[in-house]
């Protein structure tokens, strides 16, 4: 891991889904940065393993169990958050991606779930923490789109149509909220190595052909770690990104250039 210990020092770090996979990688890097990081999820074992990776680092942690759907209980845990640490950034990672069906197969509780969590929750993370970041003149918000915010992926259509709306959000948070002194972002993945990654190829009659096939479809030969989206979202909530807003940084091997 690079070292940048002094990053994120004295600043409080909330991600949202930071009981596995990318989520997990963005508070761990945090705290290696030195920050205080409020890690949250509806999965109450994965997020006190994350605190607890955390702490045998040497790191600082808590965590707060969080459906990212429910607006009320966000709003309740960045207002704790806020009275208790502080509240300098905010990293909204939750997401689900369920799909892989054609639009015409895809059921009506399929497409509300996704968008709930994908859209909803993303929205309600920005609600709860922009008044905060408003007040205190500073702030900055980076939530996670994808490739496909910005590509069409067939069978994906409630994910991208969820992922495509969180990108374009951003840049409205941003256009809105930097006459406050506030920055968005969004940070949008190629195929990252987590769990949700592993499900996409369940569905195929070779899982390892069908991850082969894929890592040669990228420029560099492989997937993604969730170490390397970390890397990125640190960047963009750090103040190394203080004149970076509206952006949607793309991390994705080279597969959208190729
Ligand atoms: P993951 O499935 O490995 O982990 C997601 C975490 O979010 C889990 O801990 C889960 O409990 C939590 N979560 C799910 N629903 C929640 C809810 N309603 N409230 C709070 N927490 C909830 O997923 P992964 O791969 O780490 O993905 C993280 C983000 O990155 C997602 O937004 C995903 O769409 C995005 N992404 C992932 C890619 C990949 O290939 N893995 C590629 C591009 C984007």
Redesign the pocket.
Known sequence: MTSNASRFTEDTVFV??A?????RAIAERCAAEGATVVV????TE?GEETVARIEDAGGDAAFHE????DREAFGAVVETTAERHGLDAIVN?????PDNAFVEDVDADTLERVLD??VR?VWNGCQAALPVFKEQGSGAIVN?S??GGILGLPKQGPYTLSKGAVLNFTRTVAAEAGYHGVRANAVC????E????EAHFEHADDPAAARERMEREYPLQRLGY?EEVASAVAFLASDDASYVTGHGLVVDGGYSVS
Request: aromatic share 2%.
């Open positions: 949202t889904g009981g596995a996979g990318i989520g949250t999820d509806v999965d994965g969080l459906d990212v759907t990672n939750a997401g689900i991606a969590v994908n929750g996670i994808s490739l993945p190629g195929f990252v987590t769990q949700m990654g969730p």
